[in-house]
């Protein structure tokens, strides 16, 4: 598996990712939940599917409870910068809160790559192995 393939294959997933987080995000400002709420509860329902679609996907490796745990540490960045992107660019630059989210994510995706890489990478030890999936018991 090439450093290029997986590239490629986490920005298939970021595409797919930041449709759900898109859609989350219009639905729950529709809801009239504030913006920044709306932002928050969104990430969050999207990262969870970020996670098993890089684990199956991106990097082609079993989802465990370890990685799972990790896993929001590959988005604190982005969510920082997303989130201080989203309130500087509707708050200071007057950018409407329909479009700032798609705007900010564009700066956060290469820090989000090399950590997610990191801790998706990582070798397991049998004590960190315990599988998100369904594990078959040997007879």
């Given amino acids: 598996m090439t450093v290029h393939g997986q590239i490629v294959r986490f920005a298939l997933v970021g595409v797919v990712n930041t ?9 729950l400002l529709a809801a009239r939940l504030p913006y920044v709420a709306a932002h928050v509860v969104a990430f969050l329902l999207s ?7 890089n684990c199956r996907f991106t990097y082609r490796t079993r989802p465990t409870w370890r990685k799972f745990l990790l896993f929001p540490l590959t988005n604190a960045a982005n969510f920082v910068i997303t ?7 509707v708050d200071v630059a007057g950018f409407s809160s329909r479009w700032a989210p798609l705007v900010a994510a564009a700066a956060a995706i290469p820090i989000t790559f090399v950590v997610s890489r990191t801790i998706m990478l990582r070798p397991e030890t049998p004590r960190t192995r315990d599988s998100l999936t369904e594990t078959v018991v040997p007879k």
């Fill in 19 to 27: 449709a759900t987080y898109y859609a989350f995000y219009l639905l």
């Fill in 83 to 89: 989130t201080s992107g989203v309130w500087l660019l």
């Fill in 47 to 53: 990262m969870t599917g970020s996670f098993f679609l």
